[in-house]
């Protein structure tokens, strides 16, 4: 998961002030911005970007697309005072043993989407959780029909 930073440099010393360890710092992705890559201090990894184009996300809440991210961790109630001081934001916290971002993908059909999501190699490693089979972990979130 990556939190959007107007001033990268800047994010990535108050995530360091608050605990977290930067792995990379600061690093060119082409013409589309710079980033970083670290780990809180109870030990989910997350991406700062830094764009260089205003826009983010650009496409939400439709099948294929990102409606959301949930951070597991053992104290929510740190992890979240941590992503608060570094970028602003209050994220979605849910208590879990393993600390990580899990991002939520619309679908159309959820039962369907596991069942192929198992025949191409994933695995269900809790309720609502798919892992694809190299190890990422994500939900799916059914959307509503258009129309």
């Known amino acids: 998961m990556y939190l959007a930073a107007k001033d990268l ?3 990535g010393r108050r995530a360091e002030q608050r605990g977290a360890r930067l ?3 600061a690093v060119p992705a ?12 109870v030990g989910a990894p997350f991406g700062l970007w830094q764009g260089a ?11 294929g697309a ?42 159309a059909d959820v039962g369907a989407f596991e069942d192929l999501a198992r025949a191409a190699g994933a695995r269900s490693p809790a309720p ?12 799916v979130t059914e959307l509503p029909a258009a129309g």
Request: hydrophobic share 40%; glycine share 14%.
């Open 53 to 63: 184009h205003d826009e983010g996300v650009v496409l939400v809440d439709e099948p």
């Open 9 to 11: 440099d800047g994010a």
């Open 30 to 41: 082409g013409g589309n911005g710079r980033l970083s890559l670290a780990v809180d201090p």
């Open 66 to 107: 990102l409606t959301g991210a949930t951070l597991q961790t053992p104290r929510p109630e740190e992890s979240a005072a941590f992503y608060h001081g570094v970028s602003g934001t209050h994220p979605a916290t849910e208590r879990a043993d393993a600390p990580r971002w899990v991002p939520s993908f619309g679908v």
């Open 128 to 139: 609502g959780l798919l892992a694809d089979p190299w190890g990422a972990v994500f939900a």
């Open 23 to 25: 792995l990379v710092r």
